[in-house]
Nanobody, 125 residues
């Protein structure tokens, strides 16, 4: 069993940056592919970025490529999402997730077994 807790969300102006963190407990994350997803009101939960167990492979949604970076620290049981050049359309609740599968070319929410409670990100002037 893995427990995930996100932090780092908040209100930021367009063009600003935020760094989301996700702390895991209950199991080492070394066996898990990790991901960040987001859900805006009235919309489906969508994959933002995922990272493989060894950090050798990453996935980014087209909407965030070049602006967001994902990283993980298996020794600290942490995963991070650095978000730069934020836009109002990035506003959503952001969730981290863990799943015991090998990351391929896409990253789908159905492959993940454990989810955090989410952290709100609001981009507005």
């Amino acid at each position: 069993q893995v427990q995930l807790v996100e932090s780092g969300g908040g209100l930021v102006q367009p063009g600003g940056s935020l760094r989301l963190s996700c702390a895991a407990s209950g199991s080492t994350l070394v066996y898990y592919t990790l991901g960040w997803f987001r859900q805006a009101p009235g919309k489906e939960r969508e994959g933002v970025s995922c990272i493989s167990r060894s950090s050798g492979r990453t996935y980014f949604a087209d909407s965030v490529k070049g602006r967001f970076t994902i990283s993980r620290d298996n020794a600290k049981n942490m995963v991070y999402l650095q978000m730069n050049s934020l836009k109002p359309e990035d506003t959503a609740v952001y969730y981290c997730a863990a799943g015991r599968f090998s990351l391929g070319s896409i990253c789908h929410k159905n492959e993940f077994d454990y989810w955090g409670q989410g952290t709100q990100v609001t981009v507005s002037s």
